[in-house]
Protein backbone atom coordinates (compact mmCIF):
# COMPACT_ATOMS: atom_id res chain seq x y z
CA UNK A 1 0.00 0.00 0.00
CA UNK A 2 1.56 3.62 -1.22
CA UNK A 3 1.87 6.06 1.72
CA UNK A 4 -0.02 8.73 0.20
CA UNK A 5 -3.46 7.80 -2.17
CA UNK A 6 -4.32 10.90 -4.74
CA UNK A 7 -6.94 10.04 -7.65
CA UNK A 8 -5.09 10.43 -10.59
CA UNK A 9 -8.08 11.74 -12.77
CA UNK A 10 -8.39 13.69 -15.68
CA UNK A 11 -10.97 16.11 -13.53
CA UNK A 12 -12.48 18.15 -15.88
CA UNK A 13 -14.62 21.15 -14.67
CA UNK A 14 -16.25 23.91 -16.70
CA UNK A 15 -14.96 27.66 -15.82
CA UNK A 16 -16.09 29.26 -12.42
CA UNK A 17 -16.92 25.97 -11.23
CA UNK A 18 -15.76 24.81 -7.52
CA UNK A 19 -12.97 22.04 -7.43
CA UNK A 20 -12.32 19.63 -4.80
CA UNK A 21 -9.36 17.36 -4.53
CA UNK A 22 -8.32 14.90 -2.05
CA UNK A 23 -5.77 12.95 -0.67
CA UNK A 24 -6.12 9.78 1.90
CA UNK A 25 -3.03 8.67 3.49
CA UNK A 26 -2.05 5.48 5.68
CA UNK A 27 0.55 6.94 8.28
CA UNK A 28 -0.56 8.67 11.61
CA UNK A 29 2.33 10.16 12.09
CA UNK A 30 2.46 12.51 9.57
CA UNK A 31 1.62 16.18 10.78
CA UNK A 32 3.01 18.86 7.36
CA UNK A 33 0.79 18.68 4.77
CA UNK A 34 1.87 20.45 1.47
CA UNK A 35 -0.35 20.98 -1.85
CA UNK A 36 1.53 21.61 -4.76
CA UNK A 37 0.60 22.36 -8.57
CA UNK A 38 2.36 21.07 -11.56
CA UNK A 39 2.33 22.20 -14.98
CA UNK A 40 3.69 20.15 -17.70
CA UNK A 41 6.91 19.96 -17.87
CA UNK A 42 7.90 22.18 -14.83
CA UNK A 43 8.73 21.95 -11.33
CA UNK A 44 6.23 21.89 -8.68
CA UNK A 45 5.09 24.88 -7.36
CA UNK A 46 3.80 24.90 -3.76
CA UNK A 47 0.11 26.44 -3.25
CA UNK A 48 -0.30 25.48 0.37
CA UNK A 49 1.24 24.34 3.49
CA UNK A 50 -0.83 23.34 6.89
CA UNK A 51 0.64 22.05 10.02
CA UNK A 52 -1.64 19.57 12.05
CA UNK A 53 -5.61 19.37 11.58
CA UNK A 54 -7.82 22.35 10.23
CA UNK A 55 -8.55 24.77 7.26
CA UNK A 56 -6.45 27.03 5.82
CA UNK A 57 -7.47 29.63 3.36
CA UNK A 58 -5.79 31.50 1.07
CA UNK A 59 -7.08 33.80 -1.68
CA UNK A 60 -9.34 31.27 -3.88
CA UNK A 61 -7.61 28.08 -2.05
CA UNK A 62 -8.58 26.57 1.08
CA UNK A 63 -6.89 23.59 2.43
CA UNK A 64 -8.33 21.00 5.05
CA UNK A 65 -7.50 18.30 7.12
CA UNK A 66 -8.31 15.42 9.01
CA UNK A 67 -6.32 13.12 10.92
CA UNK A 68 -8.97 11.35 12.25
CA UNK A 69 -9.55 10.15 8.97
CA UNK A 70 -6.45 10.54 7.63
CA UNK A 71 -7.65 12.52 5.03
CA UNK A 72 -6.75 16.03 2.80
CA UNK A 73 -8.44 18.09 0.53
CA UNK A 74 -7.93 21.12 -1.64
CA UNK A 75 -10.88 23.35 -2.95
CA UNK A 76 -10.57 25.75 -5.58
CA UNK A 77 -13.19 28.46 -5.95
CA UNK A 78 -14.42 30.29 -9.14
CA UNK A 79 -11.89 28.22 -10.96
CA UNK A 80 -9.99 29.28 -14.05
CA UNK A 81 -8.47 28.15 -17.35
CA UNK A 82 -5.47 28.81 -15.78
CA UNK A 83 -5.72 26.45 -12.74
CA UNK A 84 -5.35 23.68 -15.68
CA UNK A 85 -2.43 21.41 -14.56
CA UNK A 86 -1.99 18.58 -12.43
CA UNK A 87 -1.99 18.78 -8.13
CA UNK A 88 0.18 16.35 -5.83
CA UNK A 89 -0.39 16.84 -2.49
CA UNK A 90 2.58 15.95 0.08
CA UNK A 91 3.18 15.19 3.43
CA UNK A 92 5.70 14.18 6.42
CA UNK A 93 6.43 13.46 9.97
CA UNK A 94 8.89 15.95 10.12
CA UNK A 95 9.11 19.64 9.00
CA UNK A 96 11.99 20.16 6.50
CA UNK A 97 12.60 16.14 6.14
CA UNK A 98 11.30 13.69 3.45
CA UNK A 99 8.38 14.24 1.95
CA UNK A 100 5.54 11.32 0.40
CA UNK A 101 4.10 12.66 -2.08
CA UNK A 102 0.80 11.69 -3.83
CA UNK A 103 0.72 10.57 -7.34
CA UNK A 104 -1.27 13.44 -8.83
CA UNK A 105 -4.66 14.50 -10.31
CA UNK A 106 -4.93 16.12 -13.59
CA UNK A 107 -7.25 19.18 -13.94
CA UNK A 108 -8.68 20.39 -16.45
CA UNK A 109 -11.05 23.65 -16.42
CA UNK A 110 -12.68 24.47 -19.45
CA UNK A 111 -13.43 28.20 -20.90
CA UNK B 1 17.60 35.55 -6.84
CA UNK B 2 15.90 33.95 -9.09
CA UNK B 3 14.71 30.29 -7.14
CA UNK B 4 16.23 27.07 -7.58
CA UNK B 5 18.01 26.36 -10.63
CA UNK B 6 18.45 22.93 -12.61
CA UNK B 7 21.25 22.71 -15.78
CA UNK B 8 21.14 20.42 -17.98
CA UNK B 9 17.05 20.93 -18.67
CA UNK B 10 17.48 17.87 -20.95
CA UNK B 11 19.91 15.01 -20.84
CA UNK B 12 20.14 12.36 -23.47
CA UNK B 13 22.45 9.56 -22.90
CA UNK B 14 23.36 6.04 -24.27
CA UNK B 15 22.91 3.31 -21.63
CA UNK B 16 25.69 2.93 -19.81
CA UNK B 17 27.14 6.30 -19.86
CA UNK B 18 27.62 8.39 -16.64
CA UNK B 19 25.57 11.88 -16.75
CA UNK B 20 25.89 14.89 -13.90
CA UNK B 21 23.31 17.07 -13.10
CA UNK B 22 23.52 20.29 -11.06
CA UNK B 23 21.45 22.37 -8.57
CA UNK B 24 21.99 26.12 -7.43
CA UNK B 25 19.42 26.40 -4.62
CA UNK B 26 17.99 29.56 -2.95
CA UNK B 27 21.08 31.25 -1.32
CA UNK B 28 19.81 31.64 1.85
CA UNK B 29 18.52 28.03 2.26
CA UNK B 30 20.24 25.29 4.13
CA UNK B 31 18.51 22.25 3.23
CA UNK B 32 18.61 20.48 -0.48
CA UNK B 33 16.92 17.66 -1.34
CA UNK B 34 16.67 15.48 -4.61
CA UNK B 35 13.65 13.89 -5.85
CA UNK B 36 12.97 11.58 -8.94
CA UNK B 37 9.58 11.76 -10.94
CA UNK B 38 8.16 9.40 -13.61
CA UNK B 39 5.33 10.07 -15.91
CA UNK B 40 2.29 10.31 -14.28
CA UNK B 41 3.54 9.47 -10.58
CA UNK B 42 4.57 11.86 -7.88
CA UNK B 43 8.25 13.06 -6.77
CA UNK B 44 9.96 10.28 -5.08
CA UNK B 45 12.69 10.97 -2.39
CA UNK B 46 16.21 10.51 -3.04
CA UNK B 47 18.71 12.47 -0.87
CA UNK B 48 18.71 15.65 1.27
CA UNK B 49 21.39 17.70 2.64
CA UNK B 50 21.59 20.10 5.60
CA UNK B 51 24.55 22.23 4.38
CA UNK B 52 27.34 19.68 3.24
CA UNK B 53 26.00 16.88 5.63
CA UNK B 54 24.01 14.11 3.60
CA UNK B 55 21.42 13.59 6.36
CA UNK B 56 19.29 10.73 4.64
CA UNK B 57 19.17 8.78 1.40
CA UNK B 58 16.76 6.35 0.31
CA UNK B 59 16.61 2.87 -0.80
CA UNK B 60 15.84 4.24 -4.13
CA UNK B 61 19.23 5.58 -4.62
CA UNK B 62 21.23 2.76 -5.87
CA UNK B 63 24.78 2.63 -5.50
CA UNK B 64 25.18 3.96 -9.26
CA UNK B 65 23.99 7.00 -7.67
CA UNK B 66 25.49 9.78 -5.95
CA UNK B 67 25.35 13.29 -4.66
CA UNK B 68 27.61 15.81 -3.27
CA UNK B 69 27.03 19.29 -1.82
CA UNK B 70 30.79 20.37 -1.14
CA UNK B 71 30.49 23.45 0.18
CA UNK B 72 26.89 23.85 1.42
CA UNK B 73 25.84 25.88 -1.53
CA UNK B 74 25.17 23.69 -5.06
CA UNK B 75 24.91 20.24 -4.81
CA UNK B 76 25.56 17.66 -8.29
CA UNK B 77 23.57 13.96 -8.66
CA UNK B 78 25.75 11.54 -10.52
CA UNK B 79 24.59 8.27 -12.15
CA UNK B 80 27.19 5.89 -13.09
CA UNK B 81 26.12 3.28 -15.45
CA UNK B 82 22.75 5.05 -16.49
CA UNK B 83 20.03 2.12 -17.56
CA UNK B 84 16.73 2.60 -19.07
CA UNK B 85 14.88 2.66 -15.74
CA UNK B 86 16.88 5.61 -14.98
CA UNK B 87 14.75 8.03 -17.65
CA UNK B 88 12.98 10.07 -15.24
CA UNK B 89 12.84 14.19 -14.72
CA UNK B 90 15.17 14.84 -11.68
CA UNK B 91 13.61 17.66 -9.26
CA UNK B 92 16.10 19.39 -6.93
CA UNK B 93 14.29 21.17 -3.94
CA UNK B 94 15.60 23.68 -1.27
CA UNK B 95 14.50 24.97 2.04
CA UNK B 96 15.01 27.10 5.05
CA UNK B 97 15.36 24.24 7.32
CA UNK B 98 14.73 24.75 11.35
CA UNK B 99 12.93 28.40 11.29
CA UNK B 100 10.28 29.21 13.08
CA UNK B 101 9.29 31.63 10.44
CA UNK B 102 6.25 29.96 8.89
CA UNK B 103 6.28 31.87 6.21
CA UNK B 104 9.31 30.02 5.05
CA UNK B 105 7.86 26.55 5.17
CA UNK B 106 7.96 24.12 2.44
CA UNK B 107 10.46 23.42 -0.06
CA UNK B 108 11.06 25.27 -3.28
CA UNK B 109 11.21 22.91 -6.82
CA UNK B 110 13.48 24.10 -9.13
CA UNK B 111 12.47 23.02 -13.04
CA UNK B 112 13.97 19.53 -13.30
CA UNK B 113 16.36 17.88 -15.99
CA UNK B 114 14.64 15.61 -17.71
CA UNK B 115 16.85 12.54 -18.36
CA UNK B 116 16.01 10.19 -21.22
CA UNK B 117 18.09 6.80 -21.74
CA UNK B 118 18.39 5.23 -25.05
Known amino acids: QKEVEQDPGPLSVPEGAIVSLNCTYSNSAFQYFMWYRQYSRKGPELLMY????GNKEDGRFTAQVDKSSKYISLFIRDSQPSDSATYLC???????????FGSGTKLNVKP | DTGVSQDPRHKITKRGQNVTFRCDPI?????LYWYRQTLGQGPEFLTYFQNEAQLEKSRLLSDRFSAERPKGSFSTLEIQRTEQGDSAMYLC????????????????FGSGTRLTVV
Open chain 2, 27 to 31: SEHNR
Open chain 1, 90 to 100: AMSVYNFNKFY
Open chain 1, 50 to 53: TYSS
Open chain 2, 93 to 108: ASSLGDTKDRANYGYT
